[in-house]
C-alpha cells in the first residue's frame, strides 16, 4: 500500500499546492480547495474499498453526516470551530459503528447493497427532517468563522487538514493494522486462522473512513457555506467509487489522483457540454475493460520496461 515513490509524490503534491496561493489568481484556489476535499472523501473510502476489500456503495451517507453536523454545531450552537469539527466526526464515526456492526456481518455485494440502503436513509432523513436539515432546500448559511471567511485563510486551513488526515493514512496503511487489512482482503479464511478477529477489525476499518468521510464532510459545508441532502444520495457514493477505481483502488496515491483527475475533468467538460453524465460514463468503461488497475496501474506498466 505504501512506498518510497508515493511518499514522494505525495511531498510534491503538498510542495505544489503550497504554492498555488502565490499565482496571483483566486481561482486556482478555489478549485485546489475543492479537489483537496474530494480527495479526502476518496482517501476515506480507500480504508474500506482499496485496504480492506469491502466496497461500500453508502459512503456518501458519512460525508453528509459530518458536514450537517459541524453546520448545526457552528449555526445553530455557535460552538467553537474545533469543538464542533471534533464533534461532527465522532458522529460521523457513531453513525459508521452502527452501520459497520450490521454491515460488516455480510460479504461481497450483499455488503455494498446493506451500505446503499443506510446511505438512502440518511438522504431521506436529510430530505424530511427540515427543523435540523432544512429538507429539500438544504442547511444554508454556514455560520463559518470570520478568519476562515478569505479563500486563502480557507485553502491554508484545508490544506493543513488534508495533510494531517494524509499523514495519519499514510501511518494507518504502513501500520500492522493496515497490513493486516491487506491480509483480510486477500484472504479473509486464512487471517482468521492466523488469530485476526475478521469482523473486527472491518468494523475498525469502516468506523476510520467514515471518520475522515465526515472531517471531508465538515470542510465541504464551511466551503460551500451549506449542506444538502444531495450529498447523501447515491450519485455521490457513487462518484466517489470512480475517483478511487480511476487513480487506483490497491494504491495509496490512487485515490488522490482519481479525485483530481475527475474532478477537474467535470469542471472543464462543464464549461463545453451538458452531458458530463455521459463522459463519467465512459470513464466507468475504460476503467472495468482496459484500466482496471487504474493511472496508477498504467503509470507502474510504463515504468516496468525501463526498469528491466
Known amino acids: 500500500m505504501t512506498s518510497r515513490p508515493q511518499l514522494i509524490f505525495l511531498l510534491a503534491v503538498f510542495a505544489v499546492l503550497a504554492v498555488v496561493p502565490f499565482l496571483g489568481a483566486r481561482y486556482p484556489v478555489e478549485l485546489a480547495t475543492q479537489v483537496m476535499i474530494f480527495s479526502l472523501f476518496a482517501l476515506s473510502l480507500n480504508v474500506l474499498a482499496g485496504q480492506t476489500g469491502n466496497l461500500s456503495f453508502g459512503h456518501a451517507a458519512f460525508l453528509s453526516i459530518g458536514g450537517y453536523a459541524c453546520a448545526y454545531f457552528l449555526t445553530r450552537l455557535g460552538w467553537p470551530l474545533a469543538v464542533s469539527m471534533a464533534g461532527a466526526v465522532i ?56 478568519y476562515l471567511t478569505n479563500p486563502y485563510s480557507f485553502f491554508w486551513f484545508t490544506l493543513a487538514v488534508c495533510a494531517l488526515s494524509v499523514v495519519a493514512l499514510w501511518i494507518l496503511s504502513a501500520s500492522a493494522m493496515g497490513h493486516a487489512l491487506v491480509a483480510i482482503r486477500e484472504n479473509p479464511t486464512r487471517a482468521s486462522f492466523l488469530g485476526m478477529n475478521v469482523k473486527r477489525m472491518r468494523l475498525a476499518a469502516f468506523v476510520i473512513a467514515g471518520a475522515f468521510a465526515g472531517l471531508a464532510g465538515c470542510l465541504l459545508a464551511m466551503y460551500v457555506r451549506g449542506m444538502y441532502p444531495q450529498t447523501a444520495f447515491w450519485t455521490q457514493s457513487g462518484q466517489v467509487i470512480i475517483m478511487v477505481l480511476l487513480g487506483g483502488i490497491h494504491s495509496f496515491i490512487g485515490p488522490i489522483i482519481g479525485a483530481a483527475v475527475l474532478y477537474l475533468l467535470e469542471v472543464i467538460t462543464e464549461q463545453y457540454t451538458e452531458y458530463w453524465s455521459f463522459v463519467m460514463g465512459l470513464i466507468l468503461l475504460a476503467i472495468v475493460m482496459a484500466f482496471p488497475e487504474g493511472l496508477v496501474g498504467i503509470f507502474s506498466k510504463l515504468r516496468a520496461p525501463r526498469r528491466s
Open 91 to 146: 458522529m460521523s464515526a457513531a453513525a459508521a459503528l452502527i452501520i459497520g456492526a450490521l454491515c460488516v456481518r455480510l460479504n461481497a455485494i450483499y455488503f455494498s447493497m446493506l451500505t446503499l440502503a443506510f446511505s438512502m436513509l440518511v438522504w431521506a432523513v436529510a430530505t424530511k427532517w427540515r427543523s435540523i436539515t432544512g429538507g429539500d432546500d438544504g442547511f444554508v448559511g454556514v455560520d463559518v468563522p470570520i
